[in-house]
């Protein structure tokens, strides 16, 4: 039984940082991809960064320069540092894992990055 835990999220000031950490668990299949959505109230689900197996990433533009996504291939974990968050940074933030095979991903719970002064 596939179990995907997403931690870190938390409320801090704008300029300030947080460390996401998702662990992926209970899955024979071969991770392709790794990724970091977040959701705001009323706002549709944006993709913020992804990373593959062989290490290749992708940012979207407004954190480029900003967070940073790695991965941990032998404990199935991504991490996403952000640094220098804005207000509008403000939004649930989920882990999306796609699998090789089947062709199909896998979402976690979500937690909650709030930046406020």
């Known amino acids: 039984q596939v179990q995907v835990a997403e931690s870190g999220g938390g409320l801090v000031q704008p300029g300030g940082s947080l460390r996401l950490s998702c662990v992926v668990s209970g899955s024979s299949f071969s991770i392709y991809r790794m990724s970091w959505y977040r959701q705001a109230p009323g706002k549709q689900r944006e993709l913020v960064a992804r990373i593959t197996r062989d290490g290749n990433t992708n940012y979207a533009d407004s954190v480029k320069g900003r967070f940073t996504i790695s991965r941990d291939n032998a404990e199935n974990t991504v991490y996403l540092q952000m640094n220098s968050l804005k207000p509008e940074d403000t939004a649930v933030y989920y882990c999306?894992?796609?699998?090789?095979?089947?062709?199909?991903?896998?979402w976690g719970q979500g937690t909650q990055v709030t930046v406020s002064s």
């Open positions: 999306n894992v796609r699998w090789v095979l089947p062709a199909d991903g896998t």
